[in-house]
């Protein structure tokens, strides 16, 4: 074996481990919107492969592509659970319209005029806002915040047995990440999870290995019944909603593992356009089996800084995915077990949070729309309404200030689109 293709190999083995958690916690969290685990599991497979292969064979680029968290918790919470009588089925027609105009978008200039016009404040905000809300959701999965009638949230039981498993698994895990070892994430887990299976809170019923299911098949597929389904649903909010947070959270990814890796040419990743396909139809067939959408994995940074270079590294996670598909019945026991997963929902959430350092907190115009952005997602639940607010507020603000001239058109017609969604679209 040659040094270059042993380094690839090394550096995929590390971006795997790094990644492999959302094998449990993506399926875990859509189960809550009563998709079927099952089909979840392997949707997650099929779009992480055919992403991750995608960017591996097109772009040649050491990235990783799977369904991105935040948007799992947006589609879960803020689609399905917000909206009564909406059926995941139908709710994943809006991710295979979202995932057919991003394949589009993906293809044009008009790619290019979307990353322009957003300001750099709300980008980041964005990030900031759905970390906090991840988290959140790992703290009251754990128990280690409750619902409170008076209060809305309170510190939870620190006596139940699952909860103090959880903290423990959290303490074991920020030390493994402290001391920077590679795979922290899925390492903790592992280990939390034999500390559940010795103290009785795991066991493994169901065996460990299967074959591949999809017990609901092809969920969605005929683009025309989709869009009906939207505008019956009112679901053109949530399909912006989806495309705008994809974009960015990509494009902000590929660039930051690109600069680790030393990649771009005159602050700019060649083959940009590659690595937006890779994730737009990772997007699109997911959202086919029963997945929300992909985005590129910052975690293929660690697999980066293990010397990875090319689309070997990411050819290398799409096989031990495609491996993995073979144990559902072990990933779905594990996913029962809020203790298990919990603790990376919120270290998770703590690494997207970094983000608030680039924002500008020194104009208040600036400072303000990314400030609701950041404070609406966790309190509403919603990540299209901390979206609305900011997109909202900003051209607001900037007409007031008398800088209304510095805002990009396309930001005042979303502004529009999303005081549209808030104010006159059911919610």
């Keep these: 074996m040659t040094p270059f293709l042993r380094r690839e190999i090394i550096a995929g083995l590390t971006t795997f481990f790094t990644m492999a958690y959302i094998m449990v916690v993506n399926p875990l969290i859509l ?20 992403g991750t292969l995608i960017m591996a064979i097109f772009a040649n680029y050491p990235i990783a592509v799977a369904p991105a968290m935040g948007l799992n918790a947006f589609f879960t919470y803020s689609v399905v659970l917000a909206h009564p009588g909406l059926s995941y089925r139908t709710a994943f027609s809006a991710v295979f319209i979202s995932g057919i105009l991003f394949v589009l978008i993906s293809l044009t200039p008009l790619r290019s005029m979307l990353l322009d016009a957003i300001p750099g404040n709300l980008r980041y905000s964005i990030s900031v806002g ?32 699952g909860t103090i498993l959880a903290l423990v698994g959290l303490l074991i895990t920020l030390i493994l990440m402290a001391l920077h070892i590679s795979g922290a994430l899925f390492l903790g887990m592992v280990i939390t999870g034999a500390m559940a299976y010795f103290t009785g809170l795991l066991s493994f019923t169901k065996g460990v290995a299967s074959a591949p299911l999809l017990p609901e098949g092809v969920l969605v597929y005929n683009p025309v019944s989709a869009i009906a389904d939207v505008i019956n649903y009112g679901l053109y909010g949530v399909v912006f909603s989806f495309l705008l947070v994809t ?83 072990l990933v779905s026991s594990v996913s029962g077990v809020a203790a298990i997963t919990g603790p990376s929902l919120i270290i ?33 639940s919603s990540i299209a309404t901390g979206l609305a607010f900011g997109f909202i ?19 005042y017609i979303f502004g529009v689109l999303f005081f549209l969604e808030l104010f006159f679209l059911p919610h």
Excluded at 393 to 411: D, E, N
């Design 393 to 411: 507020s900003y051209p607001l603000l900037k007409v007031i200030v008398g800088k209304w001239r510095l805002v990009h058109p396309l930001v």
């Design 130 to 161: 759905i970390g906090l809300f991840i988290a959140f959701i790992g703290l009251r999965m754990t128990g280690i915040v409750q619902a409170n009638p008076s209060n809305l949230v309170a510190l939870g039981n620190m006596h139940a047995p």
């Design 31 to 50: 189960s809550e919107a009563r998709v079927p685990f099952t089909q979840a599991f392997t949707a997650t497979i099929i779009a992480t492969v055919v």
């Design 247 to 329: 974009l960015f959270d990509t494009t902000g990814t590929v660039i930051a593992v690109g600069e680790q890796a030393g990649l771009m040419r005159n602050n700019k990743l060649p083959r940009i356009e590659q690595t937006l396909f890779a994730d737009s139809l990772g997007t699109l067939v997911g959202s086919m089996f029963g997945t929300s959408p992909t985005s590129a994995y910052i975690e293929s940074a660690a697999g980066v800084a293990a010397g990875g270079r090319t689309g070997v590294t990411a050819f290398v996670v799409a096989i031990l995915f495609l491996i993995f598909a073979f144990f559902s019945p």
């Design 348 to 380: 998770v959430g703590s690494l997207m949070v970094g983000h608030v350092r680039h924002i500008d907190w020194s104009s208040f115009d600036e400072a303000f729309p990314a400030f609701i952005v950041i404070l609406m997602m966790p309190l509403t």
